[in-house]
């Protein structure tokens, strides 16, 4: 199971609230989510990674926003669960991939940032090429989470690693696009997975702010959005081989 961006608190409630339901209900054997605006709708800290980890998250991946606070760098540095883009520089913190152990299976984790209207510090094309070589037989199963803008990168990485990794789950911009599938080579792929946390806001955020600022293009303080929160993520079904069998999107309304 894959969980999009947690936002804010009203996020973290949400899937804390929700998470057991869909636990009993799909009977994930991982579950990933990416917690990259978890602390205050921007960024994650030791303290909410922890929640989340605590609430039934196995491994959490991040994106752009991983290092604004900084109290999370050593977190980064020492925790096998959580990653952030491995496009990144090698000096910074955290890792870019980990494989972690569940039920007999060993799950590699990537997280990939994109380079189309993103900064990373290299293709993310390249760099997953060269993960996949260094993993070899070290996993079993191997699912990446690419955090990027455009639908076209996405759908171009989708290609990219049909047939060579699980799954390929687009995230960042926070709203779920409509054409989840297994690929033909056994990929299963999405442009976005959506987010968790309110649907009563601009991508998260209270949208009487963000509507301000296109009204008047001016600076405005953005505050994360409460009302409405949804879960949203996708469950998928893996083959013997490490491949994916089923893709399904996950999308309800949170549990209080
Ligand atoms: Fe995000
Ligand atoms: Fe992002």
């Given at each position: 199971m894959f969980i999009g961006d947690i936002v ?249």
């Open positions: 804010g608190e009203p996020g973290r409630t949400a899937l804390s609230a929700t998470l057991p339901s869909l636990i009993e209900r799909y009977e994930p054997t991982l579950v990933i989510a990416n917690g990259e605006n978890v602390a205050g709708g921007l960024g994650i800290t030791k303290r909410t990674a922890l929640k989340l980890l605590d609430a039934g998250v196995d491994v959490l991946t991040t994106g752009n926003h991983v290092y604004r606070h900084r109290d999370v760098y050593p977190f980064l540095d020492e925790s096998d669960k959580i990653v952030r883009p491995a496009n990144y520089l090698e000096s910074n913190p955290g890792r870019g991939h980990t494989v972690i152990e569940k039920a007999g299976v060993r799950w590699a984790v990537v997280n990939l940032s994109g380079n189309v209207f993103m900064h990373a510090a290299y293709s993310p094309f390249h760099i997953v090429d060269r993960i996949l070589g260094r993993l070899g037989d070290d996993a079993d199963a191997i699912v990446v989470d690419f955090h990027a803008e455009t639908t076209s990168e996405k759908v171009a990485m989708g290609w990219h690693l049909d047939g060579r990794v699980l799954a390929v789950i687009g995230t960042h911009t926070h709203v779920p696009t409509a054409e989840g599938r297994v690929l033909p080579q056994g990929t299963a792929f999405v442009s976005d997975v959506g987010m968790t946390g309110s649907r009563a806001g601009v991508i998260g955020v209270k949208r009487e702010q963000i509507i301000e600022r296109f009204l008047t293009q001016m600076p405005v303080k953005f505050e994360t959005a409460v009302e409405d929160p949804w879960v949203m993520g996708c469950v998928i079904d893996v083959r013997e081989d490490g491949l994916a069998s089923a893709f399904e999107q996950v999308m309800v309304p949170a549990e209080q």
